[in-house]
């Protein structure tokens, strides 16, 4: 209970690469201390926890090479590596109880500003949130795709929509569908080149600004997906009145979130209090924030193997 050597033997592990660096040859640690551009006995020493860990293995040569265990490390990288956006704010954990004494996010406690402030200070930060978010969706994009009636919206808006992983999934799996990502401006410029690259620029575009600003009218779907959950509940109402603003009268807010119990636990709720100051929200508590929002609950369904679909009308 009291470890944490063990888990920061890992991100650091995985920060410098050293799976990949070892191989299935495996290297020594000197080796992998120049491949990595670190101190070799410093380095020998983290390998051999490592090894105790069993993430590692060490032969009779003096080669270190990673178990099946070990090699786990690179496919969950961007949630290890504390040099991207999402390592560097899992550190923040260690001024937890900053959170739980003032009810503010560590990470602002621990690099003077928020998360969102950093991201937008830091473009090589930027653009490693965007590939992680990309990661996350890798699978899940396609089930959402197919799992939703989309054809009955031909204009989508989606809302901080990233570099367009998800829009580009569903124009590519409904023909005769078009829409449009809302994000910050290096997010738009990524989700155009995304759209090129997928072959539907023709029925996809992007609007550069903030989901806080009055949105663009006209769509038949507001689609928020991974937003409401990284935002306490004030700024979450805000974001849901701006999409039924936008919606007018005969729109639909789309939104899509893993539910507290239903794909997601306490750790994530913790970890956005920790980051963000958000909150996973059960269904129940999404449908009586939209209701002070002027939505109602149209109906919900598993949209992907860890998310759900909550389909809200104006009220």
């Known amino acids: 209970m009291a470890d944490l050597a063990t888990p920061m033997a890992i991100r650091v592990a995985a920060t410098l690469s050293l799976v990949e660096h070892a191989g ?4 020594t640690a000197q080796r992998l201390a120049a491949a990595s551009g ?6 020998g020493r983290l390998l051999d926890h490592l090894v105790t860990i069993g993430a590692f293995e060490l032969d009779a040569e003096g080669r270190y090479r990673a178990t099946d265990l070990g090699a786990q490390m690179v496919g969950v990288k961007p949630l290890l590596d504390i040099n991207r956006a999402g390592g560097r704010a899992e550190l923040a954990f260690v001024d937890l109880l900053e959170t739980i004494t003032t009810g503010t996010p560590a990470y602002e406690h621990r690099y003077g500003q928020g998360f969102w402030a950093d991201l937008a200070a830091r473009p090589d930060l930027r653009r ?14 396609p089930q959402i795709a197919a799992r939703f009636d989309w054809a ?3 204009e989508i808006l989606d809302v901080g929509g990233g570099d367009g992983t998800m829009l580009t999934a569903i124009l590519q ?8 990502v809302l994000d910050l401006p290096e997010s738009t410029a990524a989700a155009t080149e995304r759209f090129a690259a997928a072959g539907v620029a023709d ?12 949105l663009p009218t006209g769509a038949d779907a507001y689609v928020l997906s991974d937003i409401l959950h990284n935002w306490d509940d004030d700024h979450a109402r805000a974001i849901l009145t701006g999409c039924r603003q936008a919606a007018a009268q005969t729109g639909t807010v789309v939104v899509i979130e ?5 794909g997601v636990g306490t750790a994530m709720d913790l970890f ?3 980051c963000f100051g958000g909150h996973e929200r059960t269904i129940a508590e999404l449908t009586d924030l939209a209701a002070g929002c002027g939505l109602t609950l149209h109906g919900s369904a598993p949209v992907s193997d860890e998310r759900t679909v909550l389909e809200f009308r104006i009220a």
């Open 203 to 214: 029925r996809a575009g992007t609007v550069a600004g903030s989901f806080f600003d009055p």
């Open 38 to 43: 670190r101190a070799a006995p410093a380095l």
């Open 173 to 180: 799996a409904h023909s005769g569908v078009r829409g449009r």
């Open 24 to 27: 299935t040859a495996g290297a």
């Open 272 to 274: 956005m209090l920790m």
């Open 258 to 262: 893993a539910m507290r119990g239903q």
């Open 128 to 141: 490693t949130f965007d590939d992680q978010m990309n990661w996350r969706f890798r699978e899940q994009a």
């Open 152 to 154: 009955r919206f031909p």
